[in-house]
């Protein structure tokens, strides 16, 4: 079992840049595949981004790439998501989730345990 706490999220402005942290209880941190998720306003939650257990593979929504970065410190057991040229529609509350065994963009459901969210806004 594992616990996670996000941390990070804030009020930026259009083209600014915010780092987002999931911290992780447990000594079994680096066998989870961590992914990140988020969810706007009347909208369902999707997925953002994910890492291997190793870190040495990561997958991203499209509408993300170029402009986030997950990576993990496995020492630390963090995992974090880099956001830049971040932009009014990246708005949403950020969950980052664990999946043992597994990673990638897989339903909602494949991935276990869940953190409390942290909130992204974005202003124009």
């Known amino acids: 079992q594992v616990q996670l706490v996000e941390s990070g999220g804030g009020l930026v402005q259009a083209g600014g840049s915010l780092r987002l942290s999931c911290a992780a209880s447990?000594?079994?941190?680096?066998?989870?595949?961590i992914g990140w998720f988020r969810q706007a306003p009347g909208k369902e939650r999707e997925f953002v981004a994910a890492i291997s257990r190793s870190g040495g593979g990561t997958d991203y929504v499209d509408s993300v790439k170029a402009r986030f970065t997950i990576s993990r410190d496995n020492a630390k057991n963090t995992v974090y998501l880099q956001m830049n040229s971040l932009k009014p529609e990246d708005t949403a509350v950020y969950y980052c989730?664990?999946?043992?065994?597994?990673?990638?963009?897989?339903?909602?459901?494949?991935?276990?345990?869940w953190g409390q969210g942290t909130q992204v806004t974005v202003s124009s």
């Open positions: 447990g000594r079994t941190f680096s066998t989870y595949g």
């Open positions: 989730a664990a999946r043992l065994m597994g990673w990638g963009n897989l339903p909602i459901s494949e991935y276990r345990y």
